[in-house]
């Protein structure tokens, strides 16, 4: 089975605080994703990348930012939290196979700023 | 921009009902379209997926189907049990941008004994 696995399930930050949310998936997969979750705006795209180093804007990236080291590894960075970042995140990643693109997500950060 | 659409938003039924939970998108040029399933506070799980070239796909007691010249979806479930209670989210992906998903807002069911 996929498995993509997030560090925290909950976080409580500080307004200003720099956030490291880590994500690993451990199936070899080429794509990860970064979404967030607000209730009544559904999931929206934040950044994502299709290779080690590369990474391409989603929706909303204003007051994000990414890095991908290594392949399994995908980490989304919030350099000054705000409390409008309080959100749940979650974490994808995908694989092709023939003409199939299927994404399988990880269980979620509920990040909270005060 | 294509736009994706769940109707209705919420959903109450007795256990064991049949159930049909509707999907649509504006832009019929869709590569995948992939049905979730979300428990409260946690993340995403893949439930079914359908090529744009398929007509339907089955698991269990959900069946999906496509038609994607009229941008529409179905999630049937069948025999419906308390444990069925989620929210369920389909989502597309272009044929012109296959990396990015766009979600619907979700259906939230809940099936009571």
């Known amino acids: 089975d996929v498995k993509v696995t997030q560090s925290s399930r909950y976080l409580v930050k500080r307004t200003g605080e720099k956030v490291f949310l880590e994500c690993v998936q451990d199936?070899?997969?080429?794509?990860m994703f970064w979404y967030r979750q607000d209730p009544g705006l559904g999931l929206r795209l934040i950044y994502f990348?299709?290779?080690?180093?590369?990474?391409e804007k989603g929706d909303i990236p204003e007051g994000y930012s990414v890095s991908r080291e290594k392949k399994e590894r995908f980490s989304l960075i919030l350099e000054s939290a705000s409390t409008n970042q309080t959100s749940m995140y979650l974490c994808?990643?995908?694989?092709?196979?023939?003409?199939?693109?299927?994404?399988?997500f990880g269980p979620g950060t509920r990040l909270t700023v005060t | 921009k294509q736009e994706v659409t769940q109707i209705p938003a919420a959903l109450s039924v007795p256990e064991g009902e049949n159930l049909v939970l509707n999907c649509s998108f504006t832009?019929?040029?869709?590569?995948?379209l992939q049905w979730f399933r979300q428990d409260p506070g946690k993340g995403l799980t893949s439930l079914l997926l359908?090529?744009?070239?398929?007509r339907e796909q089955t698991s269990g007691r959900l069946n999906a189907s496509l038609d994607k010249s009229s941008g529409r979806s179905t999630l049937y479930i069948a025999a419906s049990q308390p444990g069925d209670s989620a929210t369920y989210l389909c989502?597309?992906?272009?044929?012109?941008?296959?990396?990015?998903?766009?979600f619907g807002t979700g259906t939230r069911l809940q099936v009571f004994p």
């Open positions: 994808a990643s995908s694989f092709w196979t023939g003409a199939i693109h299927e994404q399988y």
């Open positions: 990348s299709y290779d080690v180093k590369m990474k």
């Open positions: 199936m070899d997969h080429e794509n």
């Open positions: 989502a597309v992906n272009s044929e012109y941008n296959t990396d990015k998903l766009i």
């Open positions: 832009d019929s040029a869709i590569y995948n």
């Open positions: 359908i090529q744009s070239s398929q």
